[in-house]
């Protein structure tokens, strides 16, 4: 028996978001039509009032605002054991930071993989919460994003924006 599957479809200023839950953990964080998004099928239940819900559309709507760095929510990617550890080393990216795929591929444990490490974030089911926004080419170039180029762009805006103003505010 599979464990059932709940979603709510939150409107966000880069477009509608897909949050995907078992009840227990956030399995999944879309923008609608992106790339590598799971089909909603009738094993689907649209729910709303699921804590875990609840609590990433309260943290979207502070990260949008500017006002939260790094999301506090369980977590329940389904992943192979090496697309894991290269999800837990872009957590590990700080907030308004790039780092390039080379970078990502030494810190996940696979030096040599930089091209499987690139496919493992592009299937990153965590949009946003797994900030895979934040690696960049070995140039510093936008490449690859599987909600769209704009989006990882306005991405990464935002956290300029928002450490900017933290900046001006500390001085």
Same mark, same amino acid.
């Given at each position: 028996?599979?464990?059932?599957?709940?979603?709510?479809?939150?409107?966000?200023?880069?477009?509608?978001?897909?949050?995907?839950?078992? %009840?227990?953990?956030?399995?999944?964080?879309?923008?609608?039509?992106?790339?590598?998004?799971?089909?909603?099928?009738?094993?689907?239940?649209?729910?709303?009032?699921?804590?875990?819900?609840?609590?990433? %559309?309260?943290?979207?709507?502070?990260?949008?605002?500017?006002?939260?760095?790094?999301?506090?929510?369980?977590?329940?990617?389904?992943?192979?054991?090496?697309?894991?550890?290269?999800?837990?080393?872009?957590?590990?990216?700080?907030?308004?930071?790039?780092?390039?795929?080379?970078?990502?591929?030494?810190?996940?444990?696979?030096?040599?993989?930089?091209?499987?490490?690139?496919?493992?974030?592009?299937?990153?089911?965590?949009?946003?919460?797994?900030?895979?926004? %934040?690696?960049?080419?070995?140039?510093?170039?936008?490449?690859?994003?599987?909600?769209?180029?704009?989006?990882?762009?306005?991405?990464?805006?935002?956290?300029?924006?928002?450490? %900017?103003?933290?900046?001006?505010?500390?001085?």
């Amino acid at each position: 028996m599979s464990t059932p599957t709940f979603y709510d479809r939150v409107p966000g200023p880069l477009g509608t978001m897909w949050l995907v839950t078992d %009840r227990e953990a956030m399995t999944g964080l879309y923008f609608e039509g992106q790339k590598h998004m799971p089909a909603c099928t009738a094993e689907w239940q649209a729910c709303d009032d699921v804590p875990v819900l609840r609590a990433a %559309r309260a943290q979207l709507a502070a990260y949008f605002a500017g006002e939260l760095r790094r999301f506090d929510l369980p977590l329940a990617p389904a992943g192979t054991p090496f697309q894991r550890a290269v999800w837990s080393a872009i957590g590990a990216v700080p907030y308004g930071e790039t780092i390039a795929y080379r970078e990502l591929a030494a810190r996940a444990g696979y030096p040599a993989s930089v091209r499987a490490v690139g496919a493992a974030v592009g299937r990153n089911p965590l949009s946003i919460v797994i900030p895979c926004h %934040r690696i960049v080419g070995a140039d510093g170039s936008l490449t690859g994003y599987a909600g769209g180029l704009h989006r990882k762009r306005a991405l990464l805006a935002l956290e300029a924006a928002a450490g %900017r103003r933290g900046l001006a505010q500390a001085a």
